[in-house]
């Protein structure tokens, strides 16, 4: 433990170093000269600001944005870090679990040493490592349908990462009532889904899966393969980015499911329903 | 230490913009470029003071690709905002 300890110790540390280093632009940590590279900030998201879709209007609503991840495992880690990477203001990252030897292989924000420690906190640290400009704050808290109100207030965009149909319908009824674009993902073996959802119009995760079937396997019983669930998660974030800059056409009023072991990719429309009891208009 | 410069100019009678790019390396060139003409409105001209090779080649490229209208003189690069 010690050890582990002492990783994250350092690890926090050499963010802090690295921070500092930008802040001042004194830093060792600078890739590139800084004769070259005359505004770090710029530079860091330089080849997305090139892409003729993006502008520096998408960025600028990037930095303001506040979203929300919900889990910080195999669909979270990708997510997450694409999402600190991409240059989000302000991540929230919400998971109650400790890292445990069994998530190393797709849970890509953890490394060994960080087994025992709190998901949330390794995945601040980690992300605070790719991208010091971006505001981290963990929340180590299981959502559930008592606390998600809380947790989604005063998000600009929520990214459910969880592993259960309870926590994904908790998120869904919270995102709904509060007007919060979400979303929404899961993985399983070598197949997943991902719903981009804008409460209010167009159809939400419940409209979609209006039960949770009797018997889902979870992650634990079914397996999953790491990059089956990166691929997922980096189609999430992908989505996430689309909602916060209005960057080409976000997956809405339809459903994703691919099938990772054929690479078959089928885009299922689905519609609101009136008697929703998460967005409902009845 | 180099840093794109953009400042307000008046040339023949004409407002224009000018930034200095000699400075940076592709894609800064471009971003920078860019990020000024988003700020600017349809029909303002900007331009751009460079360096010879990769950028006086690349800049004027994309831009005429986002649409501007473009002339190159020397290592001047005059962009016409779309």
């Known amino acids: ?43 860091r998201y330089s080849r997305q600001l090139v892409m003729p879709e993006w ?25 997450a870090l694409y999402l600190a990477g991409a240059g989000v203001g302000r991540l929230g990252i919400v998971d109650n679990d400790d890292v445990e030897l069994s998530n190393l292989h797709r849970q890509i924000l953890h490394f060994t040493p960080d087994v025992g420690v709190p998901k949330a906190h390794s995945a601040a640290a980690k992300l605070g490592f790719l ?33 259960s149909f309870e926590t994904r319908y908790a998120v869904n009824a919270a995102c709904c009532a509060a007007r919060i674009p979400l979303v929404e993902a899961g993985v399983l073996g070598m197949s997943g889904l991902v719903m981009g959802i804008r409460p209010g119009e167009s159809a939400c995760y419940r409209c979609a899966f209006p039960e949770a079937p009797p018997s889902a396997p979870t992650c ?17 974030a992908l989505e996430a980015l689309k909602l916060l800059t209005g960057v080409g056409e976000p997956l809405l009023n ?13 885009r299922v429309t689905v519609t609101r329903r009136a008697d929703c009891p998460d967005c409902g208009r009845a | 230490m180099a840093s794109a410069r953009s400042t ?7 407002a224009a913009r000018t930034l200095d790019i000699t400075g940076l390396t592709c894609p800064m060139t471009w971003v920078k470029t860019k990020l000024e003409l988003e700020r600017m409105a349809p029909g303002e001209e900007l331009r751009v003071a460079c360096r010879e090779g990769e950028a006086l080649e690349n800049v004027p490229r994309s ?11 020397g290592t001047t690069i005059r962009i016409v905002r779309a």
């Open chain 1, 1 to 43: 433990m010690n050890s582990r300890r002492s990783f994250l110790r350092e690890l926090t540390g050499s963010v802090r170093e690295v921070a500092a280093a930008a802040r001042t632009g004194s830093g060792t940590f600078l890739a590139s000269p800084a004769s070259s590279v005359p505004d770090p900030d710029l530079a």
């Open chain 1, 55 to 79: 502008s520096g209007a998408a960025q600028a609503a990037l930095g303001a944005a506040s979203v929300l991840v919900v889990g910080a495992g195999a669909l979270g880690s990708p997510v």
């Open chain 1, 131 to 163: 991208n010091p400009e971006v505001v981290v704050e963990p929340y180590q808290v299981r959502m559930d349908a008592a606390n998600a109100a809380g947790l989604v207030e005063g998000a600009d965009l929520v990214v459910d990462c969880s592993d």
């Open chain 1, 220 to 236: 634990a019983e079914a397996g999953v393969l790491g990059p089956a669930a990166g691929t997922i998660g980096s189609l999430q």
């Open chain 1, 254 to 266: 339809a459903f994703l499911q691919a099938d990772l072991a054929t690479l078959s990719f089928l």
């Open chain 2, 8 to 14: 307000g100019a008046t040339v023949t009678g004409v």
């Open chain 2, 63 to 73: 831009a005429r690709e986002a649409g501007h209208v473009v002339a190159v003189e």
